[in-house]
């Protein structure tokens, strides 16, 4: 299990339907080691708090397995790593075997899954699809959030550790599995 990339971006404005949106959907890999802190990364910043950020959605991370599967399905759409909006890019953590408590290693800090992503309209509009957020729910290829349980820095290729895990936890894919039978 493994950091691919370290990805953040900074408020975009668009425009629907006359209204001025902000996202900070749209992030960029960056190189060498990025500090992560109680509500984000270094580098990095939420637009709309309401619904993003805070203590249990400060990173948002997404596996990298699933970028062939989109890269199938959206042969037209660019998708470099951080293009779900991702902060980091992993390997080796599904939401089908990563569970909810679960706490990590990553770089110097440690951070727990939260919960998985449930994206908003802005996902639509990055894309340029009015389809994808039902393709994208309907997946399960979700990624997850973490809390920061301690500050540390992180960087691509740093190792992912899995310190514990609560005894009969949910994984990401079982949430994901409760939300849409709801």
Same mark, same amino acid.
């Given at each position: 299990?493994?950091?691919?990339?370290?990805?953040?971006?900074? @408020?975009?404005?668009?425009?629907?339907?006359?209204?001025?949106?902000?996202?900070?959907?749209?992030?960029? @890999?960056?190189?060498?080691?990025?500090?992560?802190?109680? $509500?984000?990364?270094?580098?990095?910043?939420?637009?709309?708090?309401? !619904?993003?950020?805070?203590?249990?959605?400060? !990173?948002?991370?997404?596996?990298?397995?699933?970028?062939?599967?989109?890269?199938?399905? $959206?042969?037209?759409?660019?998708?470099?790593?951080?293009?779900?909006?991702?902060?980091?890019?992993?390997?080796?953590? $599904?939401?089908?075997?990563?569970?909810?408590?679960?706490?990590?290693?990553?770089?110097?800090?440690?951070?727990? !899954?939260?919960? @998985?992503?449930?994206?908003?309209?802005?996902?639509?509009?990055?894309?340029?699809?009015?389809?994808?957020?039902?393709? +994208? !729910?309907?997946?399960?290829?979700?990624? +997850?959030?973490?809390?920061?349980?301690?500050?540390?820095?992180?960087?691509?290729?740093?190792?992912?550790?899995?310190?514990?895990?609560?005894?009969?936890? @949910?994984?990401?894919?079982?949430?994901?599995?409760?939300?849409?039978?709801?």
């Amino acid at each position: 299990m493994k950091v691919i990339s370290v990805n953040v971006g900074r @408020p975009h404005e668009f425009t629907i339907r006359g209204d001025i949106i902000a996202t900070s959907i749209f992030k960029d @890999p960056v190189k060498g080691r990025v500090r992560i802190a109680t $509500l984000n990364l270094e580098g990095d910043e939420q637009s709309d708090l309401s !619904v993003h950020g805070g203590i249990n959605k400060a !990173v948002y991370a997404y596996p990298s397995e699933h970028y062939a599967r989109w890269r199938e399905e $959206l042969p037209e759409a660019e998708l470099p790593w951080g293009a779900f909006g991702e902060n980091l890019t992993i390997s080796g953590l $599904l939401e089908s075997t990563t569970c909810i408590g679960d706490r990590l290693r990553i770089g110097t800090a440690e951070l727990v !899954v939260t919960q @998985p992503r449930q994206p908003c309209f802005k996902l639509a509009y990055k894309f340029g699809r009015e389809d994808m957020i039902k393709r +994208f !729910v309907r997946s399960g290829r979700s990624g +997850f959030y973490l809390r920061v349980a301690a500050e540390g820095d992180v960087c691509a290729g740093d190792a992912i550790e899995l310190l514990s895990r609560p005894e009969d936890a @949910p994984t990401v894919t079982d949430i994901l599995a409760g939300t849409a039978a709801s």
